[in-house]
């Protein structure tokens, strides 16, 4: 239960996200700046404690298979952010959550084998609760509006938040988390800082508000995800990691009605309250079958 909750908090701050990066939206700031910001801040507090407490010799091996567990990481922002400039935010979001089907079966084709039935059965959850959960904001579920660059830049998104996932509960599983976790977070910044250089370190970007919004990016993007994840998913297995991330959606949808003030439809709660049935399902049947096995013996 200790790892199932450290997934689960890790999923819940992504979902908290958006509201922040509609606020530094709102003051000006651009995609390559936010990002940027996030990464370069969010790596930087992964280290700190890492080099004070648990510094220790990795070999070079393993710090390149770190290194390109972080590249995906560092794509989803950029292809999400992508597919926000083509799509709705409905549509770019439940492109983004198709991340749950491919997880699974991406982490059933390393395993060669097939997931249990209540897996799948919480799967078919998921993709409803999302479809139905979509309209963020009021602007719907329209397909008429999907553009063929917002589709593969969505799904895009949701390939590498599927390989992100994966990665965290197999890259590297030798070392401490906490340093697993800085190296993840160094490729992905890496990542980002290569297709769009850092220029808001010369251009005074960093010090006239963009720092107060990485700060708080870089904490609930970076640091407590990828921390997170990397201790919780090994533990439980890339397929429930994925079923576990779908919570980012319904935390997206609170915020987006507690904080900003948009407006959350009847239909929309439900599909947040068929998520979160999908995402406890499997947990439940597992704490069945394990009270079943006790009584047994």
Do not use: H
């Not at 990397?230 to 779908?246: D, Y």
């Not at 979160?276 to 704490?287: D, F, M, N, T, Y």
Request: hydrophobic fraction near 55%.
């Amino acid at each position: 239960m200790r790892y199932f909750f450290l997934v689960l908090l890790g999923a819940c701050s992504y979902g908290i996200l958006s509201t922040f990066i509609k606020f530094a939206y709102g003051e000006g700031f651009t995609v390559d700046e936010v990002n940027g910001c996030q990464v370069f801040l969010g790596s930087l507090f992964i280290w700190i404690p890492t080099l004070l407490f648990k510094r220790e010799r990795v070999p070079l091996k393993q710090v390149l298979v770190l290194l390109m567990a972080g590249i995906p990481t560092g794509l989803t922002g950029l292809f999400y952010y992508t597919s926000l400039q083509y799509t709705p935010a409905s549509l770019s979001i439940v492109l983004l959550f198709q991340f749950t089907w491919i997880g699974i079966l991406l982490d059933s084709l390393l395993r060669r084998s097939w997931p249990s039935k209540d897996k799948l059965f919480s799967l078919a959850l998921l993709l409803a609760g999302t479809a139905m959960a979509g309209g963020v904001g009021g602007e719907g579920l329209g397909l008429k509006q999907l553009t063929t660059a917002g589709l593969v830049f969505g799904l895009l998104s949701a390939m590498t938040y599927a390989l992100f996932i994966l990665g965290s509960g197999r890259a590297a599983l030798c070392v401490n988390p906490l340093m697993r976790s800085s190296i993840i977070s160094t490729g992905s910044m890496l990542t980002v800082f290569v297709i769009y250089p850092p220029k808001f370190f010369t251009d005074g970007t960093l010090f006239d508000g963009l720092l107060v919004w990485g700060f708080l990016l870089a904490f609930f993007g970076v640091l407590i995800p990828i921390l997170f994840f990397s201790i919780g998913i090994p533990k439980i297995g890339a397929a429930m990691g994925s079923i576990l991330g779908a919570v980012e959606l319904p935390m997206a949808v609170f915020m987006s009605s507690v904080v900003l003030g948009e407006t959350v439809t009847p239909v929309q709660w439900t599909g947040v309250a068929v998520i979160l049935v999908g995402i406890a399902l499997p947990e439940v049947s597992r704490k069945r079958l394990a009270q079943r096995a006790a009584n047994a013996k």
